[in-house]
């Protein structure tokens, strides 16, 4: 069965720390793998796009690693910031427009 | 550019009614999608098209939902009679589709259509 699992659900820091959320997929085929931050209200936006032979991409402070063997992905924030608050939901292809959503990990930044 | 544009931004309306909602692609994108967010279900893909074509609408949870897409510019979701549970965020996202066929084309999503069917 194609499924994405996130982890944790939910995460709360202190500004200026690091964390990194998980993500586990059963999905195959494999095409790419997708990391979007949500605000609250508003639509997900893109963060990093791997496909096969990439592991590892950053966009700024977001590092996102893929290990295809494991079928495991992560997204490491640095020097968090409060507007890192946000879900950061995980999807992945299997070819085709044909997606796979995790539900999402929660992400509080604190003063 | 002005991204991808969705109306209305909210919908209150009473179980039975129809409900239309309306998306405006990013200019020169040919493909796109209508999504669905719930916190119990997360985000669903209901549909897509490629160059107004419906490729895949497996996601369509019954037949009360259809999409159209009459030109590159608009498409739009329509849910026929409306019930509680069709109660969600409704995301239109669009992106270019890569000629060359790769999948891994970033996609861009509009604010969202929250539905609240009573």
């Known amino acids: 069965k194609n499924q994405v699992e996130q982890s944790p659900q939910s995460l709360i820091i202190l500004e200026g720390k690091n964390c990194t959320l998980q993500?586990?997929?059963?999905?195959?085929?494999?095409?790419?793998l997708r990391w979007y931050k949500q605000d609250t209200g508003r639509g997900p936006v893109s963060l990093t796009i791997?496909?096969?032979?990439?592991n590892t991409k950053s966009n700024g402070r977001y590092t996102a690693t893929l290990d295809a063997d494991t079928k495991q992905s992560s997204l490491h924030i640095t020097a968090s910031q409060l507007s890192d608050s946000a879900s950061y939901i995980c999807?992945?292809?299997?070819?085709?427009?044909?997606?796979?959503f995790g539900t999402g990990t929660r992400l509080t930044v604190i003063p | 550019d002005a991204g991808v544009i969705q109306s209305p931004r909210h919908e209150v309306t009473e179980m039975g009614q129809e409900v239309t909602l309306r998306c405006k692609p990013i200019s020169g994108h040919n493909s796109l999608f209508w999504y669905r967010q719930t916190m119990m279900r997360g985000l669903e893909l209901l549909i897509y098209f490629n160059n107004n074509v419906p490729i895949d609408d497996s996601g369509m949870p019954e037949d009360r939902f259809s999409a159209k897409m009459p030109n590159a510019s608009f498409s739009t979701l329509k849910i026929q009679p409306s019930e509680p549970r069709d109660s969600a965020v409704y995301f239109c996202?669009?992106?270019?589709?890569?000629?060359?066929?790769?999948?891994?084309?970033?996609?861009?999503f509009g604010p969202g259509t929250r539905l609240t069917v009573l």
């Open positions: 993500c586990n997929y059963t999905v195959s085929p494999f095409s790419n």
């Open positions: 996202a669009s992106n270019a589709l890569n000629l060359k066929g790769a999948t891994a084309v970033k996609q861009f």
């Open positions: 791997m496909t096969f032979s990439e």
């Open positions: 999807v992945v292809s299997g070819g085709a427009n044909n997606l796979f």
